[in-house]
DNA sequence: CCCAATAAGTGCAATGACTACGCTTTTGTA
DNA sequence: TACAAAAGCGTAGTCATTGCACTTATTGGG
């Protein structure tokens, strides 16, 4: 019995479509825009039918985006298990500046860049990433509600959760997103010491 | 000439259709949900076509939301105009409630709640109403900018001015929205204290 | 090695929001 | 009155997405 990658041809067959979709979605969408693309046409360009295309991805916009599953995850244990004396905005924006640098290591490939515009400037694709993020608010408030020893909806908590994901979005426009996040996050800094010294 | 109300009887009949088709659609809304309820369905119980109706509404959504047109133009005075003493963050907190306020005057009718609970709890709408309000984030931003003669493209500026349009709708899921929009915009009052001390 | 369960993939038809188009009716105005 | 603009109409189309019934391939067991 196979220990690591108990994958059989089934399984290798499936990952290789849903591939060939992503792919086949990203050129197209580069080339012509992703308006101007129809599911159609990424399904034909893939060599399978629309049907399939719906039973890998949840949508066109799923297309461009692979699975970030453990992004919640990530996000809490960013609050939970941040170093001793940082505070919990800044352990905020470390991890998402961290994300964001994972991504860029894909940066040598030139079609990243075109990513990242196409992604910008889509609007559908924007706020498809965007709520990637925010779907888990309320995860990331809990945690940091219970970090501080607050209730579970305690507003300040909801608040910091809130804007720190929104900080996100609002940092990655700008040219230097490491300034901007500095900046933006300085605030949230300076009002959450306020109210929760030493967090 | 008449200098008010320049009212035809063509104006007063297109008034007619547009409120014909908002009341309908409000109240099927209610009646059924608003995913159980076609645009045809919708037309039909206006008495006009579904043509017509796109001609009024620029989407199925706006049929709910009367115009709100001058939201960024009193939104950019409660800035600038705000009394001397009060800050920005201060300055948008009661620009916020006030116009929350505005609606509830409606809470006669029983309708009303019935409307805020379809609104909150149809996807579509939430995002809806959220997005009449973030439109205006840029105009908002640079205004807050040239108050504190900052460069229209200041960071903190942008971050104060999406922040404060997120604590919305932040605040207005809570029972008490006064008391949660005040710690909401207590972590916004003293980060930007920090850093704009006096505004 | 064969068989039955399972899962991937297919094609087709339908829904539902929205648009384009070409047409008729109404209304404001010269 | 005559004409242009505006409001409305119906049809037919696009596009994403879903349900259904069907074929094909893989797998695990007997």
Redesign the pocket.
């Known amino acids: 019995m196979r220990v690591t990658e108990p994958t059989?041809?089934?399984?290798r067959?499936?990952a290789q479509?849903r591939q060939s979709l992503a792919d086949a979605a990203l050129e197209l969408f580069l080339d012509r825009g992703y308006d101007q693309?129809?599911?159609?046409d990424v399904a034909d360009a893939a060599?399978?039918?629309?049907?399939?295309l719906?039973?890998?991805f949840?949508?066109?916009?799923a297309l461009v985006f692979d699975q970030d599953d453990d992004l919640e995850a990530e996000l809490v244990a960013a609050v939970r298990e941040r170093p001793p004396g940082r505070s919990i905005p800044q352990a905020l924006r470390e991890h998402l500046l961290l994300k964001q640098a994972q991504l860029a290591i894909h940066a040598t490939d030139p079609r990243f860049a075109d990513f990242t515009r196409l992604v910008e400037e889509t609007p559908a694709l924007r706020d498809y990433a965007h709520r990637m993020w925010t779907r888990h608010e309320a995860a990331l408030a809990k945690a940091i509600a219970e970090t501080v020893g607050a209730p579970d909806d305690d507003v300040s908590c909801a608040a910091l959760a809130r804007f720190a994901l929104e900080a996100r979005s609002l940092v990655l426009r700008h040219a230097d997103p490491r300034r901007a996040a500095d900046e933006a996050f300085a605030l949230l800094e300076h009002g959450w010491a306020a109210s929760h010294p030493g967090n």
């Open positions: 059989g041809r089934r399984e067959k499936k479509t693309v129809g599911v159609k060599d399978v039918s629309v049907t399939t719906f039973k890998h949840s949508g066109k916009e």
